[in-house]
C-alpha cells in the first residue's frame, strides 16, 4: 500500500481482556518498529522486527506485551491481561532498512482501558 | 526514560513570529532527526541530520546538529498556522532503536 496502515482506529478494553493490534507496513520494508506514545509525550520503544526476526524487545513493558511478524510483513501486537496503564496509542513504523533510516509510521491505534 | 530532552515543551506564537526549539541529550547520536505530529496522526519525517555542525534548510525551518552530536536546534522563521503540530527530535544511537524526546508543541495562533 501507499503508506503504513494500522487498525483498529480505536479500541476500548475492559480491565484482564486480551487485544490484538495490526499494522501493515510499507510493502518491500525490511524493518518494523513498535512504538507506545502516552498522551503528552514522544513515542516510546517497544519492539523491532527485520523482516521476521525480533532483534529487538528491550522495550516490552512486561510479558503481557507480545509481538510477532510471521512471514516478514504484517506485525501483530497482543497484549494480554490489559491494565489501566496501558491506555495509549500504538504507533507502528516501518523502514526501508534499519539503521537511521527514515521511519514512516502509521496512524496508530489509540487502546484505552477502562 | 527520556534520554533526549526538548524545549520548550510548549509554545504558543503570533503567525509572523520567529522561534526555536532545541533537543538536547549526554549522548552522542550517530543521527538524529526531526519529526511532525499533528493530532490523530503519526509522526512525519521533516530532515535527518548526520554530520556534526551541519545545518539544513527545508523552506522556512533551517535545522543544526551540534559539533559534538549531542544536541539539535530546529528554528522557524515567520511562523504560520500551518506549523501547528507536535515536533519531535528522535537520535539514533547505533543498534536497531530510534530514541525519541517528548515534543514541543507549537500553536501558531492567526
Known amino acids: 500500500g501507499a503508506g503504513v496502515s494500522q487498525s483498529p482506529r480505536y479500541k476500548v478494553a475492559k480491565r484482564g481482556q486480551d487485544v490484538a493490534l495490526r499494522c501493515d507496513p510499507i510493502?518491500?520494508?525490511?524493518?518494523l518498529f513498535w512504538y507506545q506514545q502516552a498522551l503528552g509525550q514522544g513515542p516510546e520503544f517497544l519492539t523491532y522486527?527485520?523482516?521476521?526476526?525480533?532483534?529487538?524487545k528491550s522495550g516490552l513493558p512486561s510479558d503481557r506485551f507480545f509481538a510477532e511478524r510471521p512471514e516478514g510483513s504484517v506485525s501483530t501486537l497482543k497484549i494480554q491481561r490489559t491494565q489501566q496503564e496501558d491506555s495509549a496509542v500504538y504507533l507502528c513504523?516501518?523502514?526501508?532498512?534499519?539503521?537511521?533510516?527514515?521511519?514512516?509510521f502509521g496512524n496508530g491505534t489509540r487502546l484505552t482501558v477502562t | 526514560t527520556q534520554l533526549l530532552e526538548q524545549s520548550p515543551q510548549f509554545l504558543s506564537i503570533q503567525e509572523g513570529e520567529n522561534l526555536t526549539v532545541y533537543c538536547n541529550s549526554s549522548?552522542?547520536?550517530?543521527?538524529l532527526q526531526w519529526y511532525r505530529q499533528e493530532p490523530g496522526e503519526g509522526p512525519v519525517l521533516l530532515v535527518t541530520?548526520?554530520?556534526?555542525?551541519e545545518v539544513k534548510k527545508l523552506k522556512r525551518l533551517t535545522f543544526q546538529f551540534g559539533d559534538a552530536r549531542k544536541d539539535s536546534s530546529l528554528h522557524i522563521t515567520a511562523a504560520q498556522p500551518g506549523d501547528t503540530g507536535l515536533y519531535l527530535c528522535?537520535?539514533?544511537?547505533?543498534?536497531?532503536?530510534?530514541?525519541f524526546g517528548a515534543g514541543t508543541r507549537l500553536f501558531v495562533k492567526a
Open positions: 513504523a516501518s523502514s526501508l532498512a534499519g539503521e537511521g533510516s527514515p521511519l514512516h
Open positions: 510493502s518491500g520494508h525490511v524493518s
Open positions: 522486527f527485520q523482516n521476521e526476526a525480533q532483534l529487538d
Open positions: 549522548s552522542v547520536f550517530s543521527s
Open positions: 541530520v548526520v554530520t556534526g555542525g
Open positions: 528522535a537520535g539514533f544511537t547505533g543498534g536497531f532503536k530510534t530514541i
